[in-house]
């Protein structure tokens, strides 16, 4: 069996040859591995370091990108049984995250996989909790709805071929996929045996365009959610309160609480944006996909204290040795 792994990239530098590290480690169980590069204009150095690290490599014009349509091209391209898609700004957490994202695939339990995410203090820590609340600790093979998340994912290659990305779409095509895929009679899975550091580095104005640009799509998947003015301002509060408690409990003191009132205060103003239009309004759809409340068991998630990834190079430790991470529950 052949697994190609699918990063898109621009401007990754920072992130990438970790991850590239990470993928050179992974335990696979004889499986082949491919690695394809989409690059979309990136000047940093990116494309030079996955040439450097063996990576094949493929571009798309920024003129032309969208989140679809660059992972159908590196799907084109590749040659893999398997399709794993990861951002090229995360890193696996360990050397069995491939064999365990793509294991449920292997198994015919499911065609579509997506894993855990987490972020260390290096990530706002209410981003920190709202991978808490869409990827717990518990895995679900295969699970209801149609969430999933092509940050840390895995795709049979033969349901991609004929059901491709949505290349119109703003964002959220790994939602859209999924739910295309379970109307059809297949499954998806949540694996959180397969963890990632998922790192964003953004001004407060791209954090609201990337709520923005995927609240608009939501309206392409689910038309039937609206977001109002009272709702941006219940759950504002809600949120922002709670991640103070949060912090405090956890003693966190890696973001202040200033930035997580920003955070907040844009992920929310940027979803109104996208979603203001409609009409129609779901309660349930809505409080699934805007409501900030965690669960209880994610509020003692050991992911929530502090924590701070050791880069591959730093790792090179004698077994047993190094930094030890909470693991998840079976």
């Known amino acids: 069996m052949r697994i190609s792994i699918v990063i898109r990239t621009l401007n990754e530098a920072r992130h990438l040859d ?10 696979t169980e004889g499986h082949e591995v491919e690695t394809v590069l989409v ?27 969208s989140f679809g349509r660059s992972l159908n091209r590196g799907c084109a391209v590749s040659s893999g049984d398997i399709l794993v898609f990861i951002s090229g700004h995360c890193v696996p957490v360990d050397d069995n995250w491939l064999q365990a994202l793509c294991q449920p695939v292997l198994d015919g339990e499911v065609a579509y996989t ?31 709805g149609f969430f999933c998340n092509n940050a840390n994912s895995a795709l049979l290659r033969r349901v991609w071929e004929d059901n491709p990305f949505d290349e119109g779409l703003t964002g959220l095509e790994d939602m ?7 109307a059809a009679g297949h499954r998806v899975g ?5 963890p990632v550091f998922h790192h964003h580095q953004e001004s407060w104005a791209q954090v609201r365009r990337r709520f923005e640009r995927e609240a608009l799509a939501l309206r392409s998947i689910m038309p039937e959610v609206h977001l109002s003015r009272l709702d941006v301002l219940r759950y504002l509060v809600t949120s922002v309160l709670d991640d103070w408690r949060s912090a405090t409990r956890n003693r966190i003191s890696s973001t202040s609480r200033g930035d997580m009132l920003r955070y907040r205060w ?17 309660q349930h759809a809505k409080e699934r996909f805007f409501y900030p409340q965690v669960n209880e068991k994610a509020i003692k998630d050991d992911w929530l204290r502090p924590l701070h990834r050791t880069p591959p190079h730093e790792g090179q430790q004698p077994e047993g040795q190094g930094q030890e991470f909470p693991t998840a529950p079976r």
Request: aromatic share 10%; glycine share 8%.
């Open 18 to 27: 970790d991850l590239l590290l990470m993928i050179a480690r992974q335990k």
């Open 39 to 65: 690059d979309s204009g990136s000047t940093d150095g990116t494309v030079a370091i996955a040439q450097r690290r063996g990576c094949k490599i493929t571009h798309i014009l920024k003129s032309e990108f």
């Open 114 to 144: 997506y894993g855990r995410q987490i972020g260390d203090d290096d990530s706002n820590y209410s981003e920190r909790r709202i991978f808490a609340k869409y990827f717990p600790a518990v895995s679900a093979v295969p699970q209801e």
């Open 176 to 182: 859209d996929l999924a739910k295309r895929l379970v």
């Open 190 to 194: 949540y694996v959180a045996e397969a």
């Open 266 to 282: 844009n992920q929310f103003t940027g979803s109104y944006k996208g979603n203001h239009e409609h009409r129609r309004l779901s």
